[in-house]
T-cell receptor
Framework: AIQLTQSPSSLSASVGDTVTITCRASQGIGSALAWYQQKPGKAPKLLIYHASNLDSGVPSRFSGSGSGTDFTLTISSLQPEDFATYYC?????????FGGGTKVDIK | VQLVESGGGVVQPGSSLRLSCVASGFTFSTYGMHWVRQAPGKGLEWVGVIWFDGSKTYYLDSVKGRFAISRDNSKKTVYLQMNNLGAGDSAVYYCARDPGSGNFFHDYYGQGTLVTVSS
C-alpha cells in the first residue's frame, strides 16, 4: 500500500498567518491526491482534488500543489474557522490511503 | 447531496453488524461509494469501495473476507456488512460519495455512525 507521510503532525499559528502542510507519498501517484479538512465531531470536507483543484465553495485562500511524490497544501491568511485537522489522501490505486493528519491550532 | 448512515451500535467481539447509508439529492446509480472509518482520536482509514453499478468492490487488507460492501440502486442505499468484529474495528464509519465510478476522491461524506466492539 502507498504510504502518505504528512508533516508537521501539528502546528500552532495565528489568524492571518500563512500555513504550509506537506504530504509525501512512498511512490509516485501523479496528481491523484486530495486534501480534506475535519473539525472535531464532524465529517471530513473536501478542499482540493487532483492535487491543485479547489472544490466548489472552498475559499481561495486554500491552494494545493505538487505531483509525483511531493504535495503541499497552503492556507493563506489563516481565518478562525480554519483551525482544524487536515488530511491528504491518494486515490491512484487501491487501497486508498490517508496521511496521518496535521492539526492546526491557535497560537 | 445528503448521505445518512445508520446501523451502528455496541456489539461483542466476534459479532456481525450491517451498516446502511441512504443517499439523496443526486443520481445514486451513477456514483461509486466508499466507506471510511475513524477510530476514536485517530486518523481516517479507507475501508472499501463499490463501483457505481456494483460490478467491482475493493477492500482494505485487514477487512478482506470479513467485510462486504453492497448496494441497492433502487433504494439509493449502500451497505457495509461487517462480520467477526474485533476491538480494532471500533470506529465512526462514514460513507462517502465518489464523483466517478469508484476510483476517485470523496466529494461528500455522511455524518457517520459509531461502532463499538466491546465485551
Amino acid at each position: 500500500a502507498i504510504q502518505l507521510t504528512q508533516s508537521p503532525s501539528s502546528l500552532s499559528a495565528s489568524v492571518g498567518d500563512t500555513v504550509t502542510i506537506t504530504c509525501r507519498a512512498s511512490q509516485g501517484i501523479g496528481s491523484a491526491l486530495a486534501w480534506y479538512q475535519q473539525k472535531p465531531g464532524k465529517a471530513p470536507k473536501l478542499l482540493i482534488y487532483h492535487a491543485s483543484n479547489l472544490d466548489s465553495g472552498v475559499p481561495s485562500r486554500f491552494s494545493g500543489s505538487g505531483s509525483g511524490t511531493d504535495f503541499t497544501l497552503t492556507i493563506s491568511s489563516l481565518q478562525p474557522e480554519d483551525f482544524a485537522t487536515y488530511y491528504c489522501q491518494q486515490f491512484n490505486n487501491y487501497p486508498q490511503t490517508f496521511g496521518g493528519g496535521t492539526k492546526v491550532d491557535i497560537k | 447531496v445528503q448521505l445518512v448512515e445508520s446501523g451502528g451500535g455496541v456489539v461483542q467481539p466476534g459479532s456481525s453488524l450491517r451498516l446502511s447509508c441512504v443517499a439523496s439529492g443526486f443520481t445514486f446509480s451513477t456514483y461509486g461509494m466508499h466507506w471510511v472509518r475513524q477510530a476514536p482520536g485517530k486518523g481516517l482509514e479507507w475501508v472499501g469501495v463499490i463501483w457505481f453499478d456494483g460490478s467491482k468492490t475493493y477492500y482494505l487488507d485487514s477487512v478482506k473476507g470479513r467485510f462486504a460492501i453492497s448496494r441497492d440502486n433502487s433504494k439509493k442505499t449502500v451497505y457495509l456488512q461487517m462480520n467477526n468484529l474485533g476491538a480494532g474495528d471500533s470506529a465512526v464509519y462514514y460513507c462517502a460519495r465518489d464523483p466517478g465510478s469508484g476510483n476517485f476522491f470523496h466529494d461528500y461524506y455522511g455524518q457517520g455512525t459509531l461502532v463499538t466492539v466491546s465485551s
